[in-house]
Protein backbone atom coordinates (compact mmCIF):
# COMPACT_ATOMS: atom_id res chain seq x y z
CA UNK A 1 0.00 0.00 0.00
CA UNK A 2 2.82 2.44 1.47
CA UNK A 3 4.76 1.85 -2.00
CA UNK A 4 0.87 2.53 -4.35
CA UNK A 5 0.73 5.63 -2.80
CA UNK A 6 3.94 6.79 -3.04
CA UNK A 7 4.15 5.77 -6.88
CA UNK A 8 0.67 7.39 -6.95
CA UNK A 9 1.96 10.66 -5.20
CA UNK A 10 5.02 10.90 -7.87
CA UNK A 11 2.59 10.50 -10.63
CA UNK A 12 1.12 13.49 -9.06
CA UNK A 13 4.25 15.70 -8.71
CA UNK A 14 5.27 14.86 -12.29
CA UNK A 15 1.70 16.09 -13.60
CA UNK A 16 1.92 18.79 -12.03
CA UNK A 17 5.24 19.33 -12.66
CA UNK A 18 4.65 18.87 -15.95
CA UNK A 19 1.30 21.26 -16.32
CA UNK A 20 3.04 24.34 -14.43
CA UNK A 21 5.43 23.82 -17.15
CA UNK A 22 3.26 24.36 -20.01
CA UNK A 23 1.67 27.21 -18.35
CA UNK A 24 5.14 28.97 -17.64
CA UNK A 25 5.74 28.56 -21.63
CA UNK A 26 3.20 30.54 -22.49
CA UNK A 27 4.18 33.24 -20.74
CA UNK A 28 3.99 36.71 -22.10
CA UNK A 29 6.92 38.83 -21.51
CA UNK A 30 5.40 42.36 -22.74
CA UNK A 31 2.50 41.71 -19.95
CA UNK A 32 5.11 40.60 -17.42
CA UNK A 33 7.43 43.65 -17.83
CA UNK A 34 3.64 45.40 -16.34
CA UNK A 35 2.94 42.63 -13.94
CA UNK A 36 6.86 43.99 -12.73
CA UNK A 37 5.92 47.28 -12.23
CA UNK A 38 4.73 46.27 -8.91
CA UNK A 39 7.89 44.32 -7.58
CA UNK A 40 10.36 47.22 -9.05
CA UNK A 41 9.72 49.29 -6.07
CA UNK A 42 11.68 47.06 -4.07
CA UNK A 43 14.07 45.03 -6.71
CA UNK A 44 16.30 46.03 -8.93
CA UNK A 45 17.79 44.48 -11.98
CA UNK A 46 20.76 45.71 -12.29
CA UNK A 47 23.38 43.75 -11.02
CA UNK A 48 24.07 44.50 -7.11
CA UNK A 49 21.91 47.40 -7.13
CA UNK A 50 19.42 46.25 -4.02
CA UNK A 51 17.05 47.90 -2.53
CA UNK A 52 14.58 46.58 -0.11
CA UNK A 53 15.00 43.53 -1.69
CA UNK A 54 17.91 42.26 -3.11
CA UNK A 55 18.86 42.37 -7.20
CA UNK A 56 17.14 40.02 -9.09
CA UNK A 57 19.98 40.62 -12.14
CA UNK A 58 21.20 37.24 -13.10
CA UNK A 59 18.87 35.27 -10.69
CA UNK A 60 18.60 32.02 -12.57
CA UNK A 61 20.41 29.33 -10.62
CA UNK A 62 21.18 31.31 -8.01
CA UNK A 63 20.76 30.24 -4.44
CA UNK A 64 17.92 31.20 -2.36
CA UNK A 65 19.41 34.01 -0.04
CA UNK A 66 23.18 33.60 -2.04
CA UNK A 67 23.50 37.18 -3.04
CA UNK A 68 26.96 38.00 -1.73
CA UNK A 69 26.13 42.37 -2.13
CA UNK A 70 22.60 41.94 -0.37
CA UNK A 71 23.01 41.99 3.61
CA UNK A 72 19.30 41.69 4.78
CA UNK A 73 18.42 37.94 3.98
CA UNK A 74 16.06 36.08 6.86
CA UNK A 75 17.83 32.52 8.76
CA UNK A 76 14.79 30.85 6.82
CA UNK A 77 16.03 31.82 3.22
CA UNK A 78 19.55 31.43 3.42
CA UNK A 79 19.12 28.13 5.08
CA UNK A 80 16.74 26.56 2.74
CA UNK A 81 18.61 25.19 -0.22
CA UNK A 82 16.28 26.81 -2.87
CA UNK A 83 18.01 27.18 -6.11
CA UNK A 84 16.02 29.90 -8.34
CA UNK A 85 14.91 27.93 -11.44
CA UNK A 86 11.43 28.34 -13.59
CA UNK A 87 9.44 25.90 -11.30
CA UNK A 88 10.92 27.46 -7.83
CA UNK A 89 10.05 30.99 -8.96
CA UNK A 90 6.76 30.07 -9.72
CA UNK A 91 6.45 28.20 -6.49
CA UNK A 92 7.80 31.56 -4.67
CA UNK A 93 5.50 34.02 -6.38
CA UNK A 94 2.91 32.02 -5.50
CA UNK A 95 3.04 32.13 -1.83
CA UNK A 96 6.31 33.09 -0.58
CA UNK A 97 5.66 32.16 3.31
CA UNK A 98 3.74 28.65 2.16
CA UNK A 99 6.78 27.90 0.05
CA UNK A 100 9.74 29.08 2.53
CA UNK A 101 7.89 29.39 5.68
CA UNK A 102 9.43 31.97 8.27
CA UNK A 103 10.87 34.23 5.22
CA UNK A 104 10.64 37.83 5.13
CA UNK A 105 9.02 39.03 2.53
CA UNK A 106 5.86 41.17 2.91
CA UNK A 107 4.78 39.89 -0.79
CA UNK A 108 1.44 37.59 -0.11
CA UNK A 109 1.76 36.26 -3.32
CA UNK A 110 0.62 36.41 -6.83
CA UNK A 111 -2.36 33.63 -6.89
CA UNK A 112 -2.81 33.94 -10.84
CA UNK A 113 -1.04 31.44 -12.25
CA UNK A 114 -0.77 33.58 -16.34
CA UNK A 115 0.26 36.28 -14.28
CA UNK A 116 2.99 34.20 -12.76
CA UNK A 117 4.13 32.83 -16.33
CA UNK A 118 4.21 36.58 -17.74
CA UNK A 119 6.62 37.96 -15.29
CA UNK A 120 8.82 34.71 -15.24
CA UNK A 121 8.88 35.10 -19.20
CA UNK A 122 10.04 39.02 -18.47
CA UNK A 123 12.19 37.94 -15.64
CA UNK A 124 13.87 35.20 -17.49
CA UNK A 125 15.29 37.33 -20.35
CA UNK A 126 15.71 40.91 -18.07
CA UNK A 127 17.57 39.12 -15.39
CA UNK A 128 20.33 37.91 -18.06
CA UNK A 129 23.82 39.70 -18.12
CA UNK A 130 23.44 42.85 -20.11
CA UNK A 131 19.91 42.89 -20.43
CA UNK A 132 18.17 44.91 -17.52
CA UNK A 133 16.01 47.22 -19.29
CA UNK A 134 17.62 50.86 -19.78
CA UNK A 135 14.95 52.64 -18.19
CA UNK A 136 15.25 51.09 -14.24
CA UNK A 137 16.63 53.34 -12.24
CA UNK A 138 17.25 55.69 -14.78
CA UNK A 139 13.96 58.25 -13.75
CA UNK A 140 14.47 61.99 -12.31
CA UNK A 141 11.24 63.27 -10.76
CA UNK A 142 11.05 66.50 -9.51
CA UNK A 143 10.36 67.19 -5.74
CA UNK A 144 7.10 66.74 -5.71
CA UNK A 145 7.11 64.23 -8.35
CA UNK A 146 4.77 61.75 -6.71
CA UNK A 147 5.64 58.79 -4.80
CA UNK A 148 8.74 56.71 -5.06
CA UNK A 149 9.09 53.70 -6.67
CA UNK A 150 7.90 51.88 -9.90
CA UNK A 151 11.55 51.26 -10.79
CA UNK A 152 12.61 55.29 -10.49
CA UNK A 153 15.76 55.37 -8.52
CA UNK A 154 17.58 58.32 -9.25
CA UNK A 155 20.99 59.45 -9.50
CA UNK A 156 21.13 61.53 -6.61
CA UNK A 157 24.37 62.93 -7.78
CA UNK A 158 23.00 64.43 -10.87
CA UNK A 159 20.01 65.68 -8.85
CA UNK A 160 19.05 69.13 -10.03
CA UNK A 161 18.82 72.58 -7.63
CA UNK A 162 15.39 72.08 -7.02
CA UNK A 163 16.35 68.92 -5.15
CA UNK A 164 19.71 69.62 -4.23
CA UNK A 165 19.10 70.52 0.25
CA UNK A 166 21.29 73.75 1.45
CA UNK A 167 19.31 73.80 4.89
CA UNK A 168 17.07 72.11 7.30
CA UNK A 169 15.73 73.59 10.24
CA UNK A 170 12.79 72.78 13.10
CA UNK A 171 10.49 74.44 15.19
CA UNK A 172 7.91 73.06 17.03
CA UNK A 173 6.58 70.22 15.06
CA UNK A 174 7.49 72.02 11.64
CA UNK A 175 10.90 71.25 8.97
CA UNK A 176 11.93 73.73 6.78
CA UNK A 177 13.72 72.16 4.35
CA UNK A 178 15.23 74.93 1.65
CA UNK A 179 16.83 73.73 -1.72
CA UNK A 180 19.33 75.31 -4.04
CA UNK A 181 17.22 76.79 -6.04
CA UNK A 182 15.86 79.01 -3.37
CA UNK A 183 12.98 77.36 -2.46
CA UNK A 184 11.94 76.61 1.13
CA UNK A 185 8.86 74.24 1.80
CA UNK A 186 7.62 73.09 5.22
CA UNK A 187 6.57 69.17 6.17
CA UNK A 188 4.40 68.50 10.13
CA UNK A 189 7.38 66.09 11.07
CA UNK A 190 6.00 63.28 10.83
CA UNK A 191 5.86 64.00 6.98
CA UNK A 192 9.59 63.80 6.81
CA UNK A 193 12.06 61.20 6.62
CA UNK A 194 14.95 61.28 6.98
CA UNK A 195 17.57 58.39 4.97
CA UNK A 196 20.67 57.66 3.82
CA UNK A 197 22.19 56.20 0.40
CA UNK A 198 25.83 54.96 0.63
CA UNK A 199 26.10 53.54 -2.87
CA UNK A 200 27.11 54.85 -5.85
CA UNK A 201 24.19 56.63 -6.86
CA UNK A 202 23.86 58.27 -3.38
CA UNK A 203 24.22 61.97 -2.68
CA UNK A 204 27.80 63.87 -2.53
CA UNK A 205 28.77 63.97 1.14
CA UNK A 206 27.21 66.87 2.34
CA UNK A 207 24.36 67.34 -0.74
CA UNK A 208 21.02 65.69 0.94
CA UNK A 209 18.63 64.93 -1.92
CA UNK A 210 14.98 65.65 -1.39
CA UNK A 211 12.43 63.37 -3.16
CA UNK A 212 8.65 63.65 -2.80
CA UNK A 213 7.06 60.66 -1.22
CA UNK A 214 3.08 61.24 -1.20
CA UNK A 215 1.05 61.89 -3.93
CA UNK A 216 -0.69 64.91 -2.56
CA UNK A 217 3.06 67.10 -2.11
CA UNK A 218 3.05 66.66 1.76
CA UNK A 219 5.54 63.83 2.61
CA UNK A 220 9.10 63.88 1.18
CA UNK A 221 12.57 61.84 2.43
CA UNK A 222 15.76 63.89 2.50
CA UNK A 223 18.45 61.48 1.55
CA UNK A 224 21.68 61.84 3.13
CA UNK A 225 25.39 60.25 2.15
CA UNK A 226 25.73 58.88 5.44
CA UNK A 227 23.97 58.84 9.02
CA UNK A 228 26.20 61.14 10.89
CA UNK A 229 25.59 63.86 8.84
CA UNK A 230 21.60 64.01 9.32
CA UNK A 231 22.31 65.89 12.94
CA UNK A 232 24.90 68.12 11.93
CA UNK A 233 22.71 69.08 8.97
CA UNK A 234 19.27 69.68 11.05
CA UNK A 235 19.27 72.86 13.51
CA UNK A 236 16.58 74.30 15.61
CA UNK A 237 15.73 77.51 13.74
CA UNK A 238 12.49 79.66 14.55
CA UNK A 239 11.63 81.94 11.68
CA UNK A 240 10.48 85.03 13.50
CA UNK A 241 6.60 85.76 13.70
Known sequence: ???????????????????????????????????????????????????????????????????????????????????????????????????????????????????????????????????????????????MGGMMGAGNVPNLKAIGPDQRVTTVTICGDTYRVTTADGRTRSFWERNLRFKTDSSSEGPEPGAPAILGTGMMGDRAAVIFAAPAEISAFVSANCPNP
Not at 79 to 108: A, C, R
Request: a positive charge; glycine letters at 10%; aromatic letters at 6%.
Open 1 to 143: MRQHMTATAMIAIAAATMASSAVLAQGDAARGQRVFNACAPCHSLRPDQNMTGPSLAQLWHRQAGGLASFPRYSPALKSSGIIWEDQTLDEWLKGPQQFIPGNEMTFPGLRNAQQRADLLAFLKDATQEGRAPATQGQGRGGM
